[in-house]
């Protein structure tokens, strides 16, 4: 059995299913899933993410953290990932702050993640750097007694997104089905009706409106817990801050681009993120928003050629090239400084997370 052929027999059951049913089965099939059969990641996988790239991410936004936390007065917190893939920037972070003060000794630690491939090896990199380490695979999971401080890399961009398009008949949504003759998975349109809320009278034809249920409902939470208990989020994406009227749904193998309805499970797929409606989501709960910022911007502001300065002075001639290769990757507006975007929610709305003011980091 193929993940293909569970996908068409299910298509020719019930008829075409969403996208978003397309891409959670593509990516988190208990058995045949992307996140359940790769480790993706890195130099060797599909694609690599800012903390593989290089220990100044994870380590400024473990800055990051210890500065939200004493400015929040300390006290038990729950430090929470989203989404840790191999558990690189988790391992920075704790690195970067045992250090600091007795940040260490007021937290636990929640792994959120959903594929039990990767937690293994989350589990087996992180289990003895501290204490009060766990895996759930809902933030819901995460106790609700204290403070939260809530960090997440390209975990957004992975969950599941529905299309919609606008058509003479009404806005219709974008459906897979299987296309007997070619052998192959197609976009087809749903039933007409739906009519939106906003923006849906002056758009062209065929314009294609993207939706992520998950992200709102994961944000609401996030915000729910945040708003009641106090604390910050930190979620950095590649997405943008406008109308989510584009297709930006994408498939990449190999550090290529791949058809998205091609092999399910051999690529990894992802949409951009709609930022402005998770600002709107959170900002619903009562907690402030902030951004976005490139995250260029963000992690210059939070020091990292200082950083990176820092580690030169003790590197080798091939460490300093790597180093240095690492820094200019994040923070390149030609890599991905520019289009990785940072949004930051916070409880205190008089307290600007650090790298989101102009005034007091330029
Ligand atoms: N943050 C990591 C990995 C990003 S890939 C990095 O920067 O390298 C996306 C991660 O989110 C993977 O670990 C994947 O298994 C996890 N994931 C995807 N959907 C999820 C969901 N609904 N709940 C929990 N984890 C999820």
Known sequence: MSLSQIIQDKIEATGPISIAD??????????YGY???NEPFGTDGDFITAPEISQIFGELLGLWCVDMWQRME???????????GRGTLMQDILRATRNMGDFHDHLTIHMVESSPKLSTIQYQRLRNEHPRIEWIDQFEQVPKNKPALVIANEFFDALPIKQHVKTPDGIQERLVGY????DEFEFVLGNAGLSL??????????TIIESCPLAKQIT?????????QGGAGLFIDYGYL??????????VRNHAFAPVLKDPGKADITAHVDFRTLME????QGVMAHGTISQGTFLLRLGAEVRAEKLLRTASPEQAEYILTGLKRLISPHEMGELFKVMSICSNHALVPAGFSHVSYE
């Open 22 to 31: 397309y891409m959670e089965l593509a990516l988190a099939h208990p058995e």
């Open 35 to 37: 996140y359940t059969t």
């Open 179 to 182: 296309n007997d003759e070619a």
């Open 220 to 228: 609401g939470e996030i915000a729910a817990h945040i708003n009641a």
């Open 281 to 284: 989501v959170a900002e619903n």
């Open 74 to 84: 300390g006290g038990p917190i729950a430090l929470v990932e989203l989404g840790p």
């Open 242 to 251: 406008g109308d989510a009227h584009q297709d930006t749904l994408q498939a």
């Open 197 to 206: 809320a906003k923006g849906g009278g002056v758009m062209k034809d065929g």
